[in-house]
Nanobody
Framework: QVQLVESGGGLVQAGGSLRLSCAASGRTFSSYTMGWFRQAPGKEREFVAGISWNGGGSTYYADSVKGRFAISRDNAKNTVYLQMNSLKPEDTAVYYC?????????????????WGQGTQVTVSS
């Protein structure tokens, strides 16, 4: 079982950048596919980005962030990152890191078995 702790959120102006980190504990981190989700007030949790277990494999992005966000992982550090550039006010949300066993990136939150506590990202206009 893996435990997840996010960090790196904060307040940024539109057009700015933030990098979120998700530190995982557990020796099997490298065998998990990792995802980032977000949830804005009054909205459902939505998929943002995912990366397959072997790191150099598949990445997948929601259309709303494609070309602006980049997900990566460092299995040696048990950490997954979300680099967010050209931020927009509509990116404001609580961002969650999630893990699922296996090699396939999926967009459905119910497929992820482990979640972090979330980190707030606020983009001002």
């Amino acid at each position: 079982q893996v435990q997840l702790v996010e960090s790196g959120g904060g307040l940024v102006q539109a057009g700015g950048s933030l990098r979120l980190s998700c530190a995982a504990s557990g020796r099997t981190f490298s065998s998990y596919t990792m995802g980032w989700f977000r949830q804005a007030p009054g909205k459902e949790r939505e998929f943002v980005a995912g990366i397959s277990w072997n790191g150099g494999g598949s990445t997948y992005y929601a259309d709303s962030v494609k070309g602006r966000f980049a997900i990566s992982r460092d299995n040696a550090k048990n950490t997954v990152y979300l680099q967010m550039n050209s931020l927009k006010p509509e990116d404001t949300a609580v961002y969650y890191c999630a893990a699922r066993p296996g090699i396939t990136v999926v967009v459905s939150s119910v497929q992820y078995s482990t979640w972090g506590q979330g980190t707030q990202v606020t983009v001002s206009s």
